[in-house]
């Protein structure tokens, strides 16, 4: 089979598309024809091995010393279920599925298996397996950290970077529950954000924030660019400040504030679930989440792919089309 090998770290180059073994699903897996991945943040992170400094040691530890030590790179799955180990119970051949998997998953590839205890559901029959795969990755982690802050009916809730994988997953998710959304983001994204269901719309480049006199129940940063200080400011009493973006460093900040102030500040890394695919599926179908894909790419231009996420201007998703067909 056809799959992007990481060779090493450094810029997309290091990305090269090779013939591999078919691999077997072990007796609790599934083996999925991939259809569709994206590029995630965290491909990008791993690929280009960008970390903070206090983690340089213990992230080439763990993801390996000169090269990934997952040598077939791919955080989220839309396919079809080929094959089922003895062990699995919710899924057969036929099914359409789409899952994330921050370490298990090899997504750049014909074909993966995935633990069936992964973040794995049936996809939403609405969707094309390109706009499922624009799905799991901001909804997840939307959805993580919108919870921890305890997001409720009514509250005033302001998105930094709405106009991400992450942002525009979290104002469509906080508008379905209710929210008031305030969503801030560049010039060329105002009419994007606004689409979402966006109450108010902050250009960033021409308004600060911080200066606008409103206060908020949840401040969510998505992207990792904003002062504690100033968005305490802005909290009211009991209020959540959010960061899924953050290094260590940043992380002891914002526990230390959280015990200085008596705030909620919620940082680190969403732990994908089943249950929030489920969740994620209910939204959808509801008409309250839709995927926001700016470009596809063929597996063959992986690179290219790489090369554009790697700009820091991406809309949304970035698609890579990994079988040609686009079937519901």
Same mark, same amino acid.
């Given at each position: 089979?056809?799959? /992007?090998?990481?060779?090493?770290?450094?810029?997309?180059?290091? *990305?090269?598309?090779?013939?591999?073994?078919?691999? =077997?699903?072990?007796?609790?897996?599934?083996?999925?024809?991939?259809?569709?991945? =994206?590029?995630?943040?965290?491909?990008?992170? /791993?690929?280009?091995?960008?970390? @903070?400094?206090?983690? !340089?040691?213990?992230?080439?530890?763990?993801?390996?010393?000169?090269?990934?030590?997952?040598?077939?790179?791919?955080?989220?799955?839309?396919?079809?279920?080929?094959?089922?180990?003895?062990?699995?119970?919710?899924?057969?051949?036929?099914?359409? +599925?789409?899952?994330?998997?921050?370490?298990?998953?090899?997504?750049?590839?014909?074909?993966?298996?995935?633990?069936?205890?992964?973040?794995?559901?049936?996809?939403?029959?609405?969707? =094309?397996?390109?706009?499922? &795969?624009?799905?799991?990755?901001?909804?997840?982690?939307?959805?993580?950290?919108? %919870?921890?802050?305890? $997001?409720?009916?009514?509250?005033?809730?302001?998105?930094?970077?709405?106009?991400?994988? +992450?942002?525009?997953?979290?104002?469509?998710?906080?508008?379905?529950?209710?929210?008031?959304?305030?969503?801030?983001?560049?010039?060329?994204?105002?009419?994007?954000?606004?689409?979402?269901?966006?109450?108010?719309? $902050?250009?960033?480049?021409?308004?600060?924030?911080?200066?606008?006199?409103?206060?908020?129940?949840?401040?969510?940063?998505?992207?990792?660019?904003?002062?504690?200080?100033?968005?305490?400011?802005?909290?009211?009493?009991?209020?959540?400040?959010?960061?899924?973006?953050?290094?260590?460093?940043?992380?002891?900040?914002?526990? !230390? &504030?959280?015990?200085?102030?008596?705030?909620?500040?919620?940082?680190?890394?969403?732990?994908?679930?089943?249950?929030?695919?489920?969740?994620?599926?209910?939204?959808?179908?509801?008409?309250? *989440?839709?995927?926001?894909?700016?470009?596809?790419? @063929?597996?063959?231009? $992986?690179?290219?792919?790489?090369?554009?996420?790697?700009?820091?201007?991406? %809309?949304?998703? +970035?698609?890579?089309?990994?079988?040609?067909?686009?079937?519901?």
């Amino acid at each position: 089979m056809k799959a /992007v090998i990481a060779t090493g770290y450094g810029a997309p180059d290091v *990305l090269e598309l090779r013939d591999v073994d078919k691999p =077997t699903p072990k007796e609790n897996e599934i083996l999925v024809k991939v259809v569709a991945t =994206t590029v995630t943040a965290g491909d990008f992170r /791993v690929r280009s091995f960008t970390v @903070p400094r206090s983690l !340089w040691i213990p992230a080439r530890l763990t993801l390996g010393l000169t090269k990934p030590r997952k040598a077939i790179p791919g955080m989220v799955v839309a396919g079809e279920v080929v094959a089922a180990g003895k062990g699995v119970t919710r899924f057969r051949p036929g099914d359409q +599925v789409y899952a994330y998997h921050i370490t298990q998953l090899s997504a750049y590839a014909e074909y993966t298996c995935i633990p069936e205890s992964s973040a794995l559901a049936v996809k939403p029959s609405t969707l =094309t397996y390109e706009e499922a &795969a624009a799905i799991p990755f901001g909804g997840v982690t939307a959805l993580f950290f919108l %919870k921890k802050g305890n $997001i409720a009916s009514g509250q005033q809730v302001l998105i930094y970077g709405a106009s991400g994988s +992450v942002g525009t997953a979290a104002v469509q998710i906080a508008k379905a529950f209710g929210a008031n959304v305030t969503a801030v983001c560049s010039t060329q994204n105002l009419e994007l954000v606004k689409s979402l269901g966006a109450d108010r719309v $902050i250009d960033y480049t021409k308004e600060d924030f911080t200066r606008s006199g409103q206060t908020f129940d949840i401040i969510y940063d998505t992207v990792g660019k904003t002062s504690i200080t100033d968005c305490l400011n802005l909290l009211k009493q009991g209020g959540s400040y959010l960061q899924s973006a953050g290094s260590p460093a940043f992380l002891l900040q914002m526990r !230390w &504030a959280a015990m200085r102030t008596g705030k909620v500040l919620i940082g680190g890394t969403a732990t994908p679930k089943a249950e929030d695919l489920l969740c994620l599926n209910d939204l959808v179908t509801a008409g309250k *989440l839709k995927p926001v894909i700016d470009r596809c790419y @063929p597996l063959e231009q $992986i690179v290219e792919a790489h090369r554009y996420v790697d700009m820091g201007r991406k %809309k949304g998703n +970035v698609i890579i089309r990994v079988q040609p067909q686009s079937n519901r």
